[in-house]
């Protein structure tokens, strides 16, 4: 995501996103060229026109667990959460770095979502389960 304004628009902020970036710098100004997306719906955008850009860099959500959470099938790692009061639903995430019996999910959680560490029964997706006296 990129905030754009233009010079000839200097009280206007338009944002794009950024569709190509050159894999190496030109040699003699050393700028890397790069290429955005703007919508121009009014046709007031034209070739040549001076823009000054702020790159937004996007952070992703990352999460750190406790491995027991985690059940892992080949190169694919998922954790169970809980929908509602009492419905388990399996997701898919991309783990990372390990550490002291911690496991870092670069993705497939979201804040909100409540994992379940461990079970007395074998989980699956669908099944309901009741939540013991120290859960959170």
Do not use: H, Y
Request: charged share 30%; glycine share 8%; hydrophobic share 40%.
């Amino acid at each position: 995501l990129v905030t754009v304004r233009l010079d000839s628009f200097p009280d206007q902020t338009r944002r794009g996103t950024v569709r190509r970036i050159a894999p190496a710098a030109e040699s003699e100004a050393r700028q890397i060229p790069v290429e955005i997306l703007l919508d121009n719906p009014d046709g007031q955008l034209r070739g040549g026109m001076l823009a000054r850009v702020t790159f937004v860099a996007a952070k992703p959500e990352r999460f750190v667990i406790p491995e027991s959470a985690l059940q892992e099938e080949g190169e694919q790692s998922r954790v169970f959460v809980l929908r509602g009061e009492d419905r388990v639903e399996a997701k898919m995430v991309f783990v990372g770095d390990r550490r002291d019996g911690e496991v870092e999910v670069l993705s497939g959680l979201t804040p909100s979502d409540r994992i379940i560490i461990n079970s007395a029964q074998p989980l699956a997706s669908g099944a309901t389960v009741r939540l013991s006296i120290l859960s959170q």
